[in-house]
Nanobody
Framework: QVQLVESGGGLVPPGGSLRLSCAAS????????MRWYRQAPGKQRELVAA???????NYADSVKGRFTISRDNAKNTMYLQMDSLKPEDTAVYYC???????????????WGQGTQVTVSS
């Protein structure tokens, strides 16, 4: 069984920073692309940032230059460094990863449970 667990959310004033982590555990053969999504109240879930197994990244226009996605393949962990936070960044942040749990299987998308980020003074 594969699990993704996010951590690092919280309350931060505008202009502040937070670092989210997403740790994958369980029976893992390989992790491919990893992504951060967010969902604000009353809005659809949106892709924030993605990183390939080789480290290529892409970002939503709304977070470019403020957020940085990274991963530590040895630890099966992904990070999201969020700087210059704005009230509109307030949302539940979810991690998502394409994981192959055994050599004889294909990959499957897994989701974490989400972590709340609130940007407010």
């Amino acid at each position: 069984q594969v699990q993704l667990v996010e951590s690092g959310g919280g309350l931060v004033p505008p202009g502040g920073s937070l670092r989210l982590s997403c740790a994958a555990s369980g029976s893992i053969f390989s992790i491919y692309a990893m992504r951060w999504y967010r969902q604000a109240p009353g809005k659809q879930r949106e892709l924030v940032a993605a990183i390939s197994s080789g480290g290529s990244t892409n970002y939503a226009d709304s977070v470019k230059g403020r957020f940085t996605i990274s991963r530590d393949n040895a630890k099966n962990t992904m990070y999201l460094q969020m700087d210059s936070l704005k009230p509109e960044d307030t949302a539940v942040y979810y991690c998502n990863a394409d994981i192959r749990y055994a050599i004889h299987t294909g990959s499957k998308a897994y989701w974490g449970q989400g972590t709340q980020v609130t940007v407010s003074s």
